[in-house]
């Protein structure tokens, strides 16, 4: 197969993989080739907040090595990834001014277990402040510009990893969720985000925004190269309080199975009345295509969108705050305006309404839990309902916890744990990416990659790239 | 008692002060909150709780009961 480089950048891990492992092509020319996009394309992109350039070079060298000699990891072996600068791993900011300067000690978890799988870590990624604040241009930190028309945002919080896909310059990355933070950039970049169970991945090293909501999962250009993604990382960790001690499965196991039969549960009175027609368009049509590929569609009880505002950011912004108290009182000024009002309006959610919210959240699991054991197999909803927001110019006000319209359908998952994938499923008529997100039972991500990648490759959305 | 005076106390409790622009972003949203609140209390109202699920969670819990339906 032959490629040219910008081919070869905006090619799948599956693809690339099979030829580093023939010897065809080394993970040296790969880190060259993103290191070469990156020095074009990412001050204009910013995905990127460190560039590991002499170190990403000296680890392709070790693998090429390794690798002419037989040693073959496996996927992610020799594949360039960014890590979303979140993590510890070398100089890590949080994307935010109060940690200009830091560097770890040592890689956190996930990230050892995918150095382990081989992959080359080739940078730290943008990211809104703390996995919140949105970047603007008045920013410390600039906002990452979408590959597919750069007045646009990448959605967040993980915006650089899904924004380094987008424009080539990488093949996949870790973003961290705690209420959609993986599924809505890769949304808004037109590729694939995995949120496993809660648990599945270790936070150790991952700095936290809520203990109960957060999760540590990948971003990437397929449903499959999620898979090889995730395999990398998942694993219990006794360090992490979260971590859930499972066997971790072949997650491709089901890839190439069909999805005769399969029931898909809508959860339509989350997003009825408040998705865009342009959303909604794009959802019903893949609706209409799953039936056409056998899978039945069935209409499952939701809670709404209302009520999922009422309980999901009083609990995600009362834990960020919690965890920011103290340093809120003496570096106030070094956070961003957003990042403050957010943490100001956690500390006033009483103890009465979060005990209250923990209550509901467990409600809202056992619907779905109930759905899933009884009339459905995976649920299927918008991934957000709105349409990619232009980049932000000026730090907006605090409207959408003031009662302003937002229709975010992906925290529903962060709250009752189960695991949820976003695949694109059309444009909207800014020409910017859609998505829908498929969730599934507890620790069965293999059913949730078995419908997504089915979806995909009839979809074929997959194949379209921005011409960058 | 106003909202901005209730803000202002409960961040006290924290040992913070804020700016008038600060409250002029944070009296809405506080307003919604407690309006979100009373959603929330409508919610335990009208559905009633799963047997055994009457607790507050803590997340560990959270992770056992999810393994449970494994």
């Not at chain 1, 424009?167 to 037109?190: E, N, V």
Request: with cysteine.
């Amino acid at each position: 197969m032959a490629m040219n480089p910008k081919e070869l950048a905006h090619a799948e891990i599956a693809e690339i993989a099979p030829l580093i492992q023939n010897k065809e092509i080394s993970p040296v020319d790969l880190v060259d080739l993103s290191l070469s996009r990156i020095a074009e394309l990412d001050s204009t992109i910013n995905a990127f907040i460190h560039v590991f350039e002499d170190e990403a070079r000296a680890v392709a060298k070790a693998h090429e090595q390794e690798i002419m000699s037989g040693a073959y990891r496996g996927p992610l072996h020799g594949i360039p990834i960014g890590i979303k600068d979140i993590y510890e791993t070398g100089p890590t900011t949080c994307g935010s001014k109060t940690l200009d300067g830091y560097v770890a000690e040592e890689d956190c978890f996930s990230v050892k277990k995918l150095k382990q799988a081989g992959a080359i870590v080739i940078g730290k990624t943008g990211t809104y402040e703390f996995a919140y604040g949105p970047p603007t241009l008045e920013t410390h930190f600039p906002p990452t510009r979408n590959a597919w028309n750069t007045d646009f945002e990448c959605g967040g919080s993980s915006s650089g990893t899904a924004g380094a896909i987008a424009a080539g310059l990488t093949y996949a990355g870790m973003g961290s969720c705690t209420g959609g933070s993986i599924r809505w950039p890769a949304q808004c970049c037109g590729h694939v985000g995995l949120k496993h169970t809660y648990g599945r991945v270790s936070r150790r090293g991952v700095y936290p925004l809520s203990q109960s909501l957060d999760h540590a999962g990948p971003l990437a250009r397929t449903v499959q190269d999620s898979a090889h993604m995730l395999q990398g990382c998942a694993g219990f960790d006794p360090l992490d309080p979260g971590s859930a001690d499972v066997a971790v499965p072949d997650f491709s196991a089901k890839i190439g199975r069909d999805i005769q039969g399969m029931r898909f549960g809508v959860m339509r009175d989350l997003y009825e009345d408040s998705a865009a027609p342009a959303v909604k368009k794009a959802f019903e049509t893949a609706l209409g295509q799953l039936e056409k590929m056998g899978a039945h569609i069935v209409d499952v009880p939701s809670i709404s969108l209302e009520e999922l505002l009422a309980f999901c950011f009083p609990l995600m912004w009362a834990d960020a705050a919690a965890i920011h108290a103290q340093n809120i009182k003496t570096r106030a000024d070094d956070y961003g305006r957003h990042t403050k009002l957010y943490l100001l309006w956690g500390l006033c959610v009483s103890n009465a309404a979060y005990q209250n919210g923990l209550r509901v959240r467990a409600q809202v699991r056992d619907q779905q839990l109930a759905a899933l054991t009884t009339t459905a197999d995976v649920l299927i909803v918008p991934t957000v309902g709105f349409q990619t927001p232009h980049v932000l110019e000026h730090t907006p006000g605090l409207e959408f916890l003031s009662g302003a319209a937002f229709p975010f359908y992906t925290p529903i998952f962060n709250h009752t744990g189960l695991p949820a994938i976003q695949v694109p499923c059309g444009f909207d008529d800014d020409h910017m990416p859609v998505g829908l997100q498929i969730a599934g039972k507890p620790f069965d991500e293999q059913t949730i990659i078995q419908a997504a990648y089915a979806y995909e490759q009839e979809a074929g959305w997959v194949k379209q790239r921005p011409d960058l | 008692m106003e909202t901005r005076d209730v803000i202002r106390a409960k961040l006290a409790e924290f040992d913070l002060e804020v700016s008038e622009a600060d409250l002029d972003e944070l009296v809405p949203a506080y307003e919604n909150l407690l309006r979100q609140n009373k959603i929330v209390e409508g919610m335990l109202e009208s559905r009633p709780m799963t047997k055994g699920m009457s607790m507050p969670l803590s997340e560990p819990i959270l992770v056992h009961n999810i393994a449970r339906y494994r």
